[in-house]
């Protein structure tokens, strides 16, 4: 997919001069950069409900057993 996304001059040339030196793509420098980002900062959200029942008092399988016994009534 394409994207239009607006750089500042000095970003244009530190991307022109790095494509220069590692023989990629500006294109190819971008998608890195992105998935880089996303690899760093994506993460973390994810985590974020794993152990989210580690502070309640009451376990979670039998708050689930509890609702779902609602729908037999």
Same mark, same amino acid.
């Given at each position: 997919? #394409?994207?239009?996304?607006? &750089?500042? @001059?000095? *970003?244009?040339? +530190?991307?022109? %001069? &790095?494509?220069?030196?590692?023989?990629?793509? /500006? =294109?190819? &420098?971008? /998608? /890195? =950069?992105? +998935?880089?980002?996303? %690899?760093? %900062?994506?993460? !973390? #959200? @994810?985590?974020? !409900?794993?152990?989210?029942?580690?502070? #309640?008092? #009451?376990?979670?399988? @039998?708050?689930? *057993?509890?609702? /779902?016994?609602?729908?037999? *009534?």
């Amino acid at each position: 997919m #394409r994207t239009i996304v607006e &750089l500042p @001059d000095e *970003q244009i040339e +530190a991307l022109k %001069h &790095l494509s220069e030196q590692s023989k990629l793509s /500006r =294109a190819e &420098l971008m /998608r /890195r =950069a992105v +998935a880089e980002y996303i %690899h760093r %900062h994506g993460t !973390a #959200r @994810d985590n974020e !409900a794993f152990g989210i029942w580690k502070t #309640r008092p #009451r376990d979670s399988l @039998d708050y689930q *057993q509890e609702l /779902r016994s609602e729908w037999g *009534q």
